[in-house]
C-alpha cells in the first residue's frame, strides 16, 4: 500500500516539477531564434510554436552548461521540424556577448 501511495505522490509531483522549469518568455526566445536561423549557417529549422524560454540549462537536452563568465540573458529550448530538439543562449557581460545551440537527437 505504502508503494501504490508513493507512486501516486510522485506521479503528482512530476507534472508540476516539470512545469517549473518553463518561464514566462518575453519575447526573447522567439527573437533570438530569429536571429540565430540568420547568424548560424547550421542552425536548424524549428518549429515556432514549440519556442520555451527555460530556468535552468538543466532543464534543457545539453549535456552540460553554457560556457563563458558572462551573465545568462536567456535559456531557450525548441522542437525541430525534423526529429529532435534545439537549445539555445545568450549571455552578455559588460564588454562581451557570447551564444551558441545545442542540438539534441531526442525531443
Request: hydrophobic share 45%; charged share 20%; proline share 5%.
Amino acid at each position: 500500500m505504502k508503494i501504490i501511495a508513493a507512486t501516486l505522490a510522485l506521479s503528482v509531483m512530476l507534472p508540476s516539477v516539470v512545469r517549473a522549469q518553463a518561464i514566462e518568455d518575453d519575447g526573447t526566445c522567439p527573437k533570438l531564434a530569429e536571429n540565430f536561423k540568420t547568424i548560424y549557417f547550421g542552425f536548424p529549422d524549428i518549429k515556432k510554436d514549440s519556442i520555451a524560454r527555460i530556468a535552468s540549462w538543466k532543464a534543457s537536452c545539453a549535456s552540460k552548461a553554457p560556457v563563458g563568465k558572462e551573465n545568462v540573458v536567456a535559456l531557450c529550448t525548441a522542437h525541430m521540424t525534423s526529429e529532435g530538439s534545439v537549445f539555445f543562449w545568450i549571455k552578455a557581460g559588460v564588454e562581451s556577448e557570447l551564444s551558441g545551440y545545442e542540438i539534441c537527437d531526442y525531443p
